[in-house]
């Protein structure tokens, strides 16, 4: 484990957190933790505002999630739980599908075509 700082705020002491040998993602997004790793070099700069102490598909899961910041840090933190126990199978499924488009859109502002080029390739030929 190799231990960060996150701060809670300016006028509150720094809390430690401790680098998860899983990430808060699990294995639940196999299609994003598929992708992701693949493309680092391009998402790197789009999830350059998250912990880098954080992995790297917990990362883009903040950035195109928001909401799921808090649950993220507060897992980091070793207050949380992981992804796997605040949704169901279903939601995940959905999630990770999902997560492909909005991640091909940041790519695709990052790096004109490749956004478009890769989801056509994940929507696989196209039948007649």
């Known amino acids: 484990m190799v231990p960060s700082v996150a701060m809670r705020g300016p ?12 990430p808060f993602t699990g ?5 994003t933790a598929e992708l ?7 998402i790197t700069p789009i999830v350059a505002s998250t912990p880098q102490a954080w992995h ?7 950035i195109l999630v928001p909401s799921l910041k ?3 840090s507060r897992f980091y933190a070793g207050e949380g739980n992981p992804m796997s126990e605040i949704f169901r199978e279903h939601q995940l499924e959905h999630l990770d599908q999902d997560l492909l488009l909005l991640l091909f859109g940041q790519i695709e502002k990052a790096a004109p075509g490749l956004g478009r080029l890769l989801q056509g390739r994940a929507q696989g030929p196209k039948t007649t």
């Open 56 to 62: 790297l598909v917990d990362r883009v899961v903040a």
């Open 70 to 72: 808090n649950d993220i």
């Open 36 to 42: 992701v790793p693949q493309l680092e070099s391009v």
């Open 11 to 22: 006028t509150q002491r720094p809390r430690p957190q401790v680098r998860q040998e899983v």
């Open 27 to 31: 294995s639940c997004l196999p299609l």
